[in-house]
Nanobody, 118 residues
Framework: VQLQASGGGLVQAGDSLSLSCAAS????????AGWFRQAPGKEREYVAG????????YYADSVKGRVTISRDSAKNTVYLQMNSLKPEDTAVYYC????????????WGQGTLVTVSS
């Protein structure tokens, strides 16, 4: 499975942004998927996950209520809709295939940079 994240950019605090993660590989739809982020000087943080069916999701407390993860199995794509962005959301965001909603990664995609200005 190969993953290609996109959608990052420079936004202002309070704005919204939608990230996409397009996957190649015939079995992607059978895997759980997640989004992680890494801010400068900080450890990588697991922020959201979704089961293969899309029926169950996980959100870190730091983003809960502002972020929605979803997937379109027909398009082999996972999305991360982020609203009410804060400067502390600035990070490189990575998508990944994960083993389960505890967030253990199986395959990584490359990152996309999100910068939120105050």
């Amino acid at each position: 499975v190969q993953l290609q994240a996109s959608g990052g950019g420079l936004v202002q605090a309070g704005d919204s942004l939608s990230l996409s993660c397009a996957a190649s590989g015939r079995f992607f739809h059978t895997y759980a998927a997640g989004w992680f982020r890494q801010a400068p000087g900080k450890e990588r943080e697991y922020v959201a996950g979704i089961t293969w069916s899309g029926g169950t999701t996980y959100y870190a407390d730091s983003v809960k209520g502002r972020v929605t993860i979803s997937r379109d199995s027909a398009k082999n794509t996972v999305y991360l809709q982020m609203n009410s962005l804060k400067p502390e959301d600035t990070a490189v965001y990575y998508c990944a295939v994960i083993y389960n909603l505890r967030g253990k990664p199986k395959y990584w995609g490359q990152g996309t940079l999100v910068t939120v200005s105050s």
